[in-house]
Structure formats: structure tokens, C-alpha cells
């Protein structure tokens, strides 16, 4: 799951990539409305965490827009100081799924984030398998067969995008993304050590070595022969 916060004080931009990397989502960050709609075009966002006050493109207006793209509709939780009921309604007009007002107590706004994400035809409850393999988005605990494994946020984030790949092979920049926490990039290097470890951790766990295979040139993919 992949959510972008949009939010113009540095700060508080900083603390909510900082709550959510915690709660184990992938990230990305935009300081105002024209960057939120660049990225929101160029890569798959499931939910927008959207301030009001920004400056240029203001919240209504990526709002508006995002309701009016075609194709991939993104869901929105405005997150805003503003708390007049007309305020709110606006927003819902606009097309936001939800409403937040600050200051929030962090556990509200997680049962907010979930409560939306499980509307989706992708729900945060529903395991991700692959033979034994079985994965809950949004988790970093992983079954294989009776064995239970703990892995890194972002071993399980790679993870959780080659299972929804469903054995087709996700390319270096797709792993790259969905590992992103919003503040820094990966390297492809990097991406590589985390499936080097992801895989002895599996093999230790009695996982077959070529569960991960490398698709020399492309990325890597779930062994097709080992879904059942």
C-alpha cells in the first residue's frame, strides 16, 4: 500500500512519513499541490493524506483534480486545521473519502487510514499467499507453512509487490518504488542486497532457493511453478 502525504510545513511532513514508515506503508511526499499531481500521475498511489493550505495548488484544487483524472482514483483523507462543518462538507463535495482535523491522536488517524484502505478491492486484512507463503500488507510478519518470520519494513514491502505481481516479474524500478519511504531514494544496489537477504531468510526457513528468481536484464519475479 502506497500513500502519499501532502504537506507544506517541513516538519510535520517529516513526523507523519516518520508515523506512517512505522505503521508500514510505502511512502511519498510532496510539498504542494503541483508536485502531489505530478507524482500522483507518474506512480500507483492508493490513499492521498492531503493538507488544505497549500501554496499555488491549494488541497481543493489536487482534490478536484484527481476526482476528474480518468483511470486510477487514489483515495483521499483531507488532514487540515480547518474544522467548520462547511469545510468539511466541501471536501466530501469535492470527492474526499474522509476528514481530519488537526491536531489528531495518532491511533485515530491509523484506524482512519485502515478503515479507508479496507473499502479497496485490496483490503489490509486479506493475506497475500504464494504457495506457503503468506503475507498481510501493511504487516512485517511472514508465514511460511507453520514457520513464522519477521522481516524488515522494506524486505516486506518487496515482498508484498512481487506477491501482488502474482509471478510476473516486477522490474528493479518498480521494487525501487515500493520500498520508497518518501524522504530518500534506494539505490538499485540496494534493492539487491535486501532480496539477497529476503531470500536467505526464506531458504533458512526451508523455502525453496529459486522461490525468487532473477529475470537477468528485467528484475525479479515469484517462481511460477511454485504458487500452489
Given at each position: 500500500?502506497?500513500?502519499?502525504?501532502?504537506e507544506d510545513d517541513a516538519a510535520l511532513r517529516e513526523a507523519l512519513l516518520a508515523?506512517?514508515?512505522?505503521?508500514?506503508?510505502?511512502?511519498?511526499?510532496?510539498?504542494?499541490?503541483?508536485?502531489?499531481?505530478?507524482?500522483?500521475?507518474?506512480?500507483?498511489?492508493?490513499?492521498?493524506?492531503?493538507?488544505?493550505?497549500?501554496?499555488?495548488?491549494?488541497?481543493?484544487?489536487?482534490?478536484?483534480?484527481?476526482?476528474?483524472?480518468?483511470?486510477?482514483?487514489?483515495?483521499?483523507?483531507?488532514?487540515?486545521?480547518?474544522?467548520?462543518?462547511?469545510?468539511?462538507?466541501?471536501?466530501?463535495?469535492?470527492?474526499?473519502?474522509?476528514?481530519?482535523?488537526?491536531?489528531?491522536?495518532?491511533?485515530?488517524?491509523?484506524?482512519?487510514?485502515?478503515?479507508?484502505?479496507?473499502?479497496?478491492?485490496?483490503?489490509?486484512?486479506?493475506?497475500?499467499?504464494?504457495?506457503?507463503?503468506?503475507?498481510?500488507?501493511?504487516?512485517?510478519?511472514?508465514?511460511?507453512?507453520?514457520?513464522?518470520?519477521?522481516?524488515?519494513?522494506?524486505?516486506?514491502?518487496?515482498?508484498?509487490?512481487?506477491?501482488?505481481?502474482?509471478?510476473?516479474?516486477?522490474?528493479?524500478?518498480?521494487?525501487?518504488?515500493?520500498?520508497?519511504?518518501?524522504?530518500?531514494?534506494?539505490?538499485?544496489?540496494?534493492?539487491?542486497?535486501?532480496?539477497?537477504?529476503?531470500?536467505?531468510?526464506?531458504?533458512?526457513?526451508?523455502?525453496?532457493?529459486?522461490?525468487?528468481?532473477?529475470?537477468?536484464?528485467?528484475?525479479?519475479?515469484?517462481?511460477?511453478?511454485?504458487?500452489?
Amino acid at each position: 500500500m502506497k500513500v502519499l502525504v501532502v504537506e507544506d510545513d517541513a516538519a510535520l511532513r517529516e513526523a507523519l512519513l516518520a508515523l506512517l514508515h512505522g505503521w508500514g506503508y510505502a511512502l511519498a511526499a510532496a510539498a504542494d499541490g503541483a508536485e502531489a499531481l505530478a507524482i500522483s500521475a507518474r506512480e500507483p498511489i492508493d490513499l492521498v493524506l492531503l493538507d488544505l493550505c497549500l501554496p499555488g495548488c491549494d488541497g481543493w484544487q489536487v482534490c478536484r483534480t484527481l476526482r476528474r483524472r480518468p483511470g486510477h482514483q487514489p483515495l483521499v483523507l483531507m488532514l487540515t486545521a480547518r474544522d467548520a462543518s462547511a469545510d468539511k462538507v466541501r471536501g466530501l463535495e469535492l470527492g474526499a473519502d474522509d476528514y481530519v482535523v488537526k491536531p489528531f491522536d495518532p491511533p485515530v488517524l491509523r484506524a482512519r487510514l485502515q478503515a479507508l484502505l479496507r473499502r479497496r478491492d485490496r483490503p489490509l486484512t486479506t493475506e497475500l499467499r504464494w504457495g506457503e507463503l503468506a503475507l498481510v500488507p501493511g504487516q512485517t510478519d511472514l508465514r511460511l507453512g507453520p514457520i513464522s518470520l519477521e522481516l524488515t519494513r522494506k524486505e516486506a514491502l518487496l515482498l508484498e509487490t512481487l506477491l501482488r505481481a502474482g509471478g510476473h516479474c516486477c522490474s528493479k524500478a518498480q521494487l525501487l518504488d515500493a520500498s520508497a519511504d518518501g524522504r530518500r531514494e534506494v539505490g538499485e544496489e540496494t534493492i539487491k542486497a535486501h532480496v539477497r537477504n529476503l531470500r536467505a531468510k526464506l531458504t533458512a526457513a526451508g523455502a525453496p532457493p529459486d522461490l525468487i528468481e532473477t529475470v537477468y536484464g528485467l528484475g525479479y519475479r515469484l517462481h511460477p511453478a511454485l504458487s500452489a
